[in-house]
């Protein structure tokens, strides 16, 4: 797996606890007419504070052509007491989209481990109250990375010059993306039990975009 991946997930945890100040009620999160993500985790309803979709095109001798889907969402628990911190939970999407299916790429995706198969899907599930408490699940036995262990769908989708940072790019991308998910995660270190994450919906427009 991609290291800078992990790192990704780092710091868009951090970026959400730097951003639970401007959350004034607890677990303040997308309503269900804006876009956003929403899913359960082990039963427990969860909903995004920030949210970001970005397309990345790519080219191997061993994969040939395809788009990277990098789609992620973050929420914030802010802690009733002075004396806990506030939470920060962040879940990271990943897609490999054949160039063959860029134009068009409803369907389902099986979600697995292996983030080099093509036509597939992978994620990590992060929380964090900060760096030295932080946990990562994955999807899948690390042992077993073509396991399938959940799956996405992409039900609709819009394509265009991707916003980044505000500024709209030359870089051509997903613009809108919309569908359901479902998986199970599992520690990365080993310890623990697996979480699963079902009833999961997104509809995502391009950059970053906040909740609250």
Known sequence: ?????????????????GFSACSKEEDKGL???????????????WRATITTLFTEQHE??????????????????EK????????????????????????NPKGTYPIILEESEMGHAWGIFGSSTD????TTYVSGDPNNK???????????????????????????GYTNLSGSFELDV?????????????EGKFNLTGAMNFGW
């Open 1 to 17: 797996m991609r290291n800078n991946n992990y790192i990704a997930i780092i710091l868009l945890l951090f970026v959400s606890l």
């Open 31 to 45: 309503s269900s007419k804006d876009a956003g993500l929403s899913m359960n985790v082990d039963g427990r309803e």
């Open 80 to 103: 009733n007491s002075n004396t806990e911190d506030d939470l920060a939970e962040t879940i990271g999407l990943y897609i490999n989209i054949p160039a063959s299916k860029f134009r």
């Open 146 to 172: 073509k396991q399938v262990v959940g799956r996405l769908e992409i039900t609709d989708f819009e394509i265009g010059n991707q916003n980044i940072f505000g500024h709209v790019s030359d870089s051509e």
């Open 60 to 77: 191997t001798s061993q994969l040939g052509e395809y788009y990277y889907v990098y789609l992620s969402a973050s929420r914030i628990i």
């Open 131 to 134: 760096i030295r408490d932080a």
């Open 186 to 198: 599992y520690p990365i270190n080993g310890d623990g039990s697996k979480l699963k994450i079902t």
